[in-house]
């Protein structure tokens, strides 16, 4: 698993597309949180990092979906998905090597954000008084959520041989359990317990749940039985090709 990982990791950064979405993901954030009039966060008058926990998940749709669509699009198309298969490797093992390499190159594009935190609390009134806490949290909910999508891309990804289509389906079914959930229960024919099902859910609810500060085990759990619920369809769809 380590070598698929280590493999995963090194074509990614020798390819010119994966600097371009990770620059594409760092100038967006950085024009939102620090440029645009609306969102920037010396004209909001608070030492806060809600603009960029507000915007990240949006950006996440794009960039998370070019770096899963060709975890096994790729491989499929050249032929050496079966060649993998013959080595003396499980699928899982496949499975959690790509999944690993694709959320620490998650991490590594959030990481740079991590300045923002140093230049609020320089900017704060008095320095240092900033919600550390609240930030660590939301820092989690946004690894966790990045988590989420990567599960989601690589099932979209093990399903085609074109990298687009992975990327388009990966970004429709991303969008889908992050906000169309969210958009259907505010429809006036779902009330009560089907309004609270739906909400539950979306992606969008426990992200802004964990955004808040709160980290509640319920909202962990639910991002990671949303892992496990797509690496298992992804281990199917590879399994199914031994059929």
Request: charged fraction near 10%.
């Amino acid at each position: 698993m380590i070598a698929i990982f280590r493999k995963e990791v090194n074509l990614f950064l020798t390819s010119l597309i994966g600097y371009i979405a990770i620059g594409i993901f760092l100038l967006a954030n950085g024009l939102i949180c620090w440029v645009f009039p609306d969102s920037n966060i010396p004209d909001g008058g608070y030492a806060t990092l809600e603009p960029l926990f507000q915007f990240a998940p949006w950006v996440f749709l794009l960039l998370i979906p070019a770096i899963t669509m060709r975890s096994f699009a790729e491989e499929n198309e050249n032929g050496t998905m079966e060649l993998l298969a013959t080595k003396p490797v499980t699928d899982n093992q496949i499975i959690g090597g790509k999944f690993l390499a694709a959320l620490f190159l998650v991490g590594f594009s959030i990481l740079p954000t991590i300045v923002y935190y140093f230049a609020i609390s320089a900017l704060a009134s008095p320095p240092g008084n900033v919600d550390t806490g609240g930030i660590i949290g939301s820092y989690i909910g946004l690894f966790l959520l990045g988590a989420g999508f990567v599960s989601v891309g690589m099932f979209a990804s093990s399903l085609t041989r074109n990298q687009i289509v992975s990327f388009i389906a990966s970004l429709f079914a991303c969008f889908l359990l992050f906000q169309a959930f969210d958009s259907v229960a505010m429809l006036p024919v779902f009330v009560g317990k089907a309004d609270g099902i739906l909400q539950l859910l979306s992606m969008g609810t426990h992200y802004r749940s964990i955004s808040l500060g709160l980290l509640d085990t319920r909202d962990v759990l639910y991002f990671l039985s949303v892992v496990a619920f797509f690496f298992l369809l992804t281990k199917t769809v590879l399994a199914s090709r031994k059929w």
